[in-house]
């Protein structure tokens, strides 16, 4: 089975500041999709973006962009211009282009410091 | 659009009780899944099913967990007898089939057992 690992429990970041969520992960194939998800206190995990493999460009969504590494097998996501809703658990997650199985990295705890 | 709905939200039960848990999945949507977070932790896969049949249960403790998925619709998950290890929040998630759909989570349901 495929291994995602988030390698940062914890992470804080002043409002306005930028930081960086690190992800790799373990796999033998070439086909595959990657996202990060939020899990806010409330519990209910939303989908920030998202990362096809076979694409070389990385993905952005407004203040949410990736780093991703094909050959490192890395990817991780930056959030610019932090926000106090940005506050949440990230989880880093793995998907096989021949199925349906997600793999979830054990998520990084981000503080946002007004 | 209607997203994942779960019931009941929360639930607090004795050991060797109980208990079940309901989820209905965004319409049009195949695949549904159950995973079990445990605090601080990420999502583990319990059950997938895709339509009424169920594509991975390895991680099921089939001793004591049980899952059903009538008419390919919503779904069912049961816990007879709980143990105080199994207070955890249980999410359920649905995709579509296609090889670009993320998942969708409901808003979990948190079990406490005494």
């Known amino acids: 089975a495929q291994t995602v690992t988030q390698s940062q429990p914890e992470m804080s970041v002043q409002e306005a500041e930028t930081v960086t969520l690190s992800c790799t992960y373990d796999t033998s194939e070439s086909d595959y999709y990657l996202f990060w998800y939020k899990q806010p206190p409330s519990r209910q995990m939303i989908l920030v973006i998202r990362?096809?493999?076979?694409?070389?460009q990385n993905a952005t969504e407004n203040r949410f962009s990736v780093n991703f590494q094909k050959a490192a097998k890395s990817f991780s996501l930056k959030i610019s211009d932090s926000q106090l809703g940005d506050a949440a658990m990230y989880f880093c997650?793995?998907?096989?282009?021949?199925?349906?199985?997600?793999?979830f990295g054990t998520g990084t705890s981000l503080t946002v410091i007004p | 659009e209607a997203g994942v709905a779960q019931s009941p939200r929360y639930k607090i039960i004795e050991k060797r009780q109980s208990v079940a848990f309901w989820c209905n999945p965004i319409?049009?949507?195949?695949?549904l899944y159950w995973y079990q977070q445990i605090l601080g932790q990420g999502p583990k896969l319990l059950i997938q099913f895709q339509n009424n049949g169920v594509v991975d249960d390895s991680q099921l403790p089939k001793d004591r967990f049980s899952a059903e998925r009538l008419k390919g619709v919503d779904s069912t998950l049961k816990i007879q007898p709980a143990k105080l290890e199994d207070s955890a929040v249980y999410l359920c998630?649905?995709?579509?089939?296609?090889?670009?759909?993320?998942?969708?989570f409901g808003e979990g349901s948190r079990l406490t057992v005494l």
């Open positions: 997650a793995y998907r096989s282009a021949r199925g349906n199985q997600f793999y």
């Open positions: 998630a649905s995709s579509l089939i296609f090889m670009r759909g993320e998942l969708f």
């Open positions: 319409s049009g949507h195949a695949t």
């Open positions: 990362q096809e493999a076979y694409k070389q």
